[in-house]
C-alpha cells in the first residue's frame, strides 16, 4: 500500500519544497573553482537552518553530511568534505530539508567554469527526462509511464541508466515506497493515486551504467569513470496532472 497525504501534509513538504528550490538556487553563485564541497555543506546547512528546518540527511544511516555532493563519476551520495571544486568538474548537490517531521528532495548538477559539449549535453539532457518524467504524471497512470517517459531520454542519446539507484516516495520518512527505476520495468505496475508524494530523479552517465560503492561506504560512482548528471524533484499526484513541490 502506498500512502497518499492530507492537504496539510502536502502543505508542510510544499514548504520544505520551496526551502529546498531557494537553496539549489542560492548554490548556483557557491559552486566555482576552489570551493571545498565541506564549505558547499556549511553553506547549505546554515541556509536549511535560517528557514526552520532541519537537513535530512545529517545522521540519516549515519551518513555524515547536510547535503550530498557528488562530483564528475560520483553518481550520489558523495560526502563533503576537503575536495576542492576546479574548473571543468560537474557537480551533483541533493538536498534533503525536513519541515515539522514532511521532508522534500531536489538535486541539480552545477558546472564548475566552462565543461565540454558533451558534458553539456548530458546535463541538459538528464534534465529534460526529468520534466518529461514528471509530465505524465496524473491520477490512474501506472508508474511504469513515468519509467518508459525518462528511459526515452537516455535511450535517443546512449546514455548510461544505473539501474540500482532511482527515485521513491516521499513523506514523512525521506525513502517511502514505491522505487521509481528511470528505466522501464514491469516491477512498476503501481496505479498513481492523487495525493501520493514521490522523488523523480534521473540519473545519467555519459556511457556505462554500472556503478560501484567506494571505500568510504557511501560515495556511488561509475565503474568506467563516466561523468553523471543528476536532477530531482519532488511532487504530488492530483487528480488531472501534478504539482511540482520543490519548484519556484
Ligand atoms: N536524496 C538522497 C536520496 O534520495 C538522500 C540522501 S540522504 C543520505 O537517496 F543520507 F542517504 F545521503
Ligand atoms: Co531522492
Known sequence: MINTKSEEEINLMSYAGKVCYDLLEYMEDKVKSGVTTKELNDIADEFIRSKGCTPSSLGYEGYPGSICTSINDEVVHGIPGPRKLKNGDIISLDVVVCYKGYHADSARTYKVGEV???????????????????????????????????????????YGVPRELG??????????????????NSDSELILK?????????????????????????????????PVAHYEHTVVVTKDGYKILTGE
Open 116 to 158: 565540454s559539449k558533451e558534458i553539456e549535453d548530458l546535463m541538459k539532457y538528464t534534465k529534460e527526462a526529468l520534466y518529461k518524467g514528471i509530465s505524465v504524471i496524473k491520477e490512474g497512470i501506472r508508474l511504469n509511464e513515468v519509467c518508459e517517459a525518462i528511459e526515452s531520454v537516455a535511450i535517443e542519446h546512449g
Open 194 to 226: 492523487s495525493g501520493m508524494t514521490i522523488a523523480i530523479e534521473p540519473m545519467f552517465s555519459l556511457k556505462g551504467r554500472k556503478v560501484w560503492l567506494l571505500d568510504d561506504d557511501w560515495t556511488i560512482s561509475t565503474q568506467d569513470g563516466s
Open 167 to 184: 527515485g521513491h516516495g516521499i513523506g514523512s520518512s525521506l525513502h517511502e515506497d514505491p522505487f521509481v527505476a528511470n528505466y522501464s
